[in-house]
């Protein structure tokens, strides 16, 4: 769906000035009138004549310097992470707070960091955190109310736990200075990570419905995007109330890719079956739960998106 953030956590992006250089002549005029200037404050005998005025006119014309060419941007560094191993639990989408029971009622005994790794002991159900008091969904994730008791007798929501599958490169991979970027088809409804040339993982989607297409063309990742927690509605996207209602509260994992509101995220509210077949969104491309965690994990702020047929 094309979801807008909301507006005080996210704000539009500011225009910015553009900086001014003098071109070459315009330096030459400024320093000859900084020398009369110097002869208004001298006296007559120390005044330049006015051959000597033109010399000095024409040597800051030959002198001044050129504005510096513009650099290219290079791609993020690598900062090292957790190595992963399949099995591997990690924390995702920022800090996670370990509770007594598994409810959000229950007391935080500990706040766990982001990629911090933890261990499992069990899968329990618990309170349904992803679906709330949502009551309009017509599917429900099977994961909705799993919660994993770690090996200290702390509970976490398992939303926010990632676990390397077996066989999958890791989403923290070095990429030895290749741009890390994703690549969508909206023809066969698949998102691929890529490093440089090569794809390294591949996840089926659901994009944007024919009314409501995935913007085609080369897109990044917003600097002010990534949201681990969004909450999405039809007012906040420009809709009228005759033309879309929805109200879409915990979308997890969200990477803006642009500024009407198309994302890379996790849908829950949509069977499993659409995913890789159907178009079902208003413009986003929708993700299950462990790829969009894997996403969120590979991402950053300016990754290139290409959406394309």
Request: proline letters at 11%; charged letters at 15%; a neutral charge.
């Given at each position: 769906?094309r979801?807008?953030?909301v ?7 500011p225009?910015r000035a553009a ?10 005029l400024?320093?000859a ?5 110097l002869?208004a404050?001298?006296s007559p005998a120390d005044?330049?004549t006015a051959?000597?005025l ?5 040597t ?5 310097t050129?504005p510096p060419?513009?650099t ?10 957790p190595?992963l191993t399949a099995?591997s639990?990690i924390?995702?989408?920022g800090?996670?707070?370990a509770r007594?029971a598994p409810n ?5 005994v500990r706040?766990l ?5 933890v261990?499992?002991d069990?899968?329990?159900?618990g309170?349904n955190v992803?679906?709330?008091g949502?009551?309009w969904?017509s599917?429900y994730?099977?994961?909705g ?6 090996t200290?007798g702390?509970?976490v929501y398992?939303?926010?736990?990632f676990m ?5 490169a ?9 741009e890390k970027?994703?690549?969508?088809n ?12 090569t794809p390294?993982?591949t996840a089926l ?6 009314d409501f ?8 990742v917003e600097p ?10 039809a ?12 109200d ?9 890719f642009?500024?009407k509101?198309?994302?890379l995220?996790l849908?829950y509210?949509?069977?499993?079956e659409?995913f890789?077949r159907t178009?079902?969104?208003?413009g986003?491309v929708?993700l299950l739960?462990?790829?969009?965690q894997w996403?969120w ?5 300016g990754m290139?998106?290409e959406?394309?047929?």
């Open positions: 769906m979801e807008f953030r507006p005080n956590l996210i704000p539009s992006r225009m900086p001014h250089r003098a071109s070459a002549p315009l330096a030459a400024a320093a009138a900084s020398a009369v200037a002869v404050c001298a005044a330049p051959d000597e033109t010399s000095a006119a024409a800051a014309a030959t002198t001044a050129p060419a513009p290219k941007s290079p791609f993020p560094t690598f900062t090292p992470t190595a099995g639990q924390v995702v989408g800090e996670l707070r007594s959000t009622q229950a007391p935080v706040t960091p982001d990629l911090a790794p261990q499992i069990t899968a329990v159900q309170e992803v679906v709330g949502q009551r969904l599917s994730p099977s994961w109310p799993t919660w994993f008791r770690l200290d702390t509970f398992s939303a926010f736990i390397l599958q077996p066989g999958e890791s989403p923290l991979l070095d990429p030895q200075g290749k970027w994703v690549d969508v909206v023809s066969t409804q698949r998102a691929t990570a890529m490093v440089g040339d390294v993982y989607v659901s994009t944007g419905s024919p297409p995935t913007p085609l063309g080369s897109h990044k002010d995007g990534r949201l681990a927690v969004e909450r999405m509605t007012s906040q996207a420009g809709y009228a109330p005759g033309q879309a209602s929805y879409v509260q915990n979308v997890f994992f969200t990477q803006y642009d500024r509101g198309d994302a995220h849908n509210w949509r069977p499993i659409v890789g178009a079902t969104s208003h986003c929708g739960l462990h790829d969009a996403f994990l590979f991402g950053y702020p290139r998106v959406v394309h047929t």
